[in-house]
């Protein structure tokens, strides 16, 4: 999730994509997919992380 903030600030939510924050923490793609469903929800999960 820190990943995903750093490339919203860096790059935006609009240019946020699944492959950019796995590749800034070493995993691939396939890898996120497993917990979160879509790019939509890495929006989500940071908003209502706790």
Do not use: C, N, S
């Amino acid at each position: 999730m820190d990943a995903a903030r750093g490339l919203i600030d860096q790059y935006g939510w609009e240019r946020l994509t699944i492959h950019r924050p796995a590749a800034e923490i070493g995993v691939g793609a396939t890898t996120l997919y497993h917990h979160v469903r879509d790019k939509g929800g890495l929006p989500f999960l940071l908003i209502y992380e706790h």
